[in-house]
């Protein structure tokens, strides 16, 4: 019995060693971007919180990654970490060696070289340690640098941009678009063995791949992305449900349940991670402004609708989340994500209600002349691709139907019945409506001369030949200019 009990000791002996060196492992690699160097050189990152490590994968999933790994920074603070200028990329409106996303990032002018007019460039003071906004040096911090080394820092303050402080420099280094943040891992990597790299714990994420198919400007897109299915299970554990005390009764109870779904919770990184990826693909496209704005919206548009859920009594809606994550949802669903997307970047939105249609689609601020109703906001379908403005002439099941030709008035909303405003918010206005207005018009004058020549050729039938061709060569210019209108 006691050689057994020795034979146990020694056993314990042997293995303590080993537990505590993959312990200390996992410490000394905290932050760090490993490369499998017995492999194909895959990625993985170890997060300096949990110490496990996380596959890097293909550019969109490292991209996501460091999104989700990510910790808010304020501007204050950020300017406290040098900035790198290495394995920077992306397009360059002053060609100074800093990518406009980059100067964006950094408070810069994308167009000038020298933001502060000192007579310094923005590249040189930045790589000196200068400020670029301002007389003196920038306020960098040794001992906060250190601090943050290995982590992810997500800028609070702009626009969620995302910065890797290296372990071995304690400098920051801009990930950008996600060719870029993958550029970035491939380059900072540490080799690292299979049988070192198994002493690390896994990070194991139950998770949902989605493939977003989309259409817009005549060109087809697509994007992969894998959703975190345990947020997905804490979002549909909700009761979704408005509850009030008796006198303290909501002045729009709808609105009031509306608001239930833009809160957003802090394991959800995946819902303004999809959007970030969008951004950086209208970018690369070269779509701005309200472009990009479209582009976005075209993504939600072709998002399937959910004719099961419409068909139910009282479904319950969405959170922005969950319609990702389930890849279809009803006019509510789209709606609510739309709005989340657009209010994040600085859009003003509202919900347009027509309850006798049992139908929601998105507002967005636009010139009151230009606005549906003078409501102040441009009516945008949600369930189906539609421009911004044109409302649907007809509905299945509550999904809008593309119609071969456009009606009469095209936006005008009286075939909905009744509209109702909820969710308003102040932000930037969308300025396009009137070469939408524009397109339309022309178009409807080509119909008219469509039409015109039938007239023309009932009382000239000796030149039929002639008045046909030129028929039908309207007809041909009509479809494309229809074509081009819907994004076909």
């Known amino acids: ?46 997060s300096p919180e949990t110490k496990k490590r996380s596959f890097l994968g293909r550019p969109n999933d490292a991209f996501s990654i460091m999104r989700e790994q990510g910790i808010g920074i304020t501007n204050k603070d950020l300017l406290k970490i040098p900035a790198s200028l290495d394995y920077l990329s992306g397009k360059d409106s002053s060609g100074d060696g800093l990518p406009d996303a980059f100067k964006v990032a950094m408070g810069l002018d994308v167009d000038s070289i020298d933001t502060d007019g000192d007579g310094f460039s923005d590249y040189e003071e930045i790589l000196q340690g200068y400020n670029p906004l301002g007389p003196g040096k920038l306020p960098i911090d040794e ?44 380059n900072l990597g540490l080799g690292i063995s299979n049988q070192d790299l198994e002493k690390i714990e896994k990070n194991i994420v139950k998770e949902n791949v989605q493939v977003f198919n989309w259409h817009y400007n005549q060109k087809d897109y697509t ?25 303290e009764k909501p002045d729009d109870i709808r609105e009031a349940y509306y608001e239930i779904f833009f809160d957003i919770k802090e394991s959800d990184n995946d819902t303004l991670a999809v959007l970030d990826l969008l951004l950086n693909l209208a970018s690369q496209e070269g779509y701005e402004n309200d472009e990009k704005i479209e582009f976005i919206l075209a993504f939600i548009q072709y998002i399937p609708y959910d ?12 959170f922005p989340f969950e319609t990702l994550y ?26 347009l209600d027509f309850p006798e249609s049992n139908h929601a689609a998105l507002g967005i601020k636009c010139p009151d002349d230009l606005s549906l109703n003078q409501s102040g906001y441009c009516y945008v379908e949600t369930t189906n691709y ?18 071969d030709s456009l009606t009469t008035n095209p936006f005008s909303s009286d075939n909905l ?26 178009l ?20 039929s030949q002639e008045i046909v061709k030129k028929h039908n060569d309207l007809v041909d210019e009509y479809n494309q200019e229809l074509k081009l209108f819907f994004h076909y």
């Open 444 to 463: 409807q004058d080509l119909r008219e001369e469509i039409e015109n020549y039938k007239l023309i050729l009932e009382n000239d039938p000796e030149n």
């Open 223 to 247: 994007l992969e992305y894998s959703f975190d299915s345990q947020v997905f299970d804490d979002y549909n554990q909700e009761e979704k449900l408005l509850y009030y005390l008796e006198n």
């Open 1 to 46: 019995m006691n050689n057994l009990k020795y034979l146990f000791l020694i056993i314990i002996f042997l293995l303590f060693p080993y537990f505590l060196f993959a312990s200390d492992l996992s410490s000394r690699l905290s932050g760090q971007i490993l490369l499998q160097v017995e492999e194909n050189g895959e990625a993985w990152y170890v």
């Open 386 to 403: 539609f421009p911004f403005g044109v409302v649907p002439s007809s509905l299945d099941s509550g999904q809008a139907q593309v119609a």
């Open 307 to 318: 004719y099961d859920k419409a068909k139910r009594e009282n479904p319950k809606a969405n």
């Open 143 to 186: 001992n906060f640098s250190q601090k943050q080394a290995g982590k992810i820092l997500l800028q609070v303050e702009r626009n969620g941009e995302a910065w890797y402080v290296s372990p071995d420099n304690n400098k920051r280094y801009f990930l950008g678009r996600p060719t870029d943040a993958f550029s970035i891992m491939r």
């Open 326 to 351: 389930l890849n279809s949802g009803v006019c509510t669903d789209t709606s609510f994500l739309s709005i989340l997307w657009l209010e994040s970047l600085g859009y003003s939105t509202a919900i």
């Open 417 to 442: 019945g009744n509209m109702e405003i909820r969710l308003e918010n102040e932000g930037k206005s969308y300025e396009k409506m009137d070469t939408i207005i524009m397109k339309v018009d022309n």
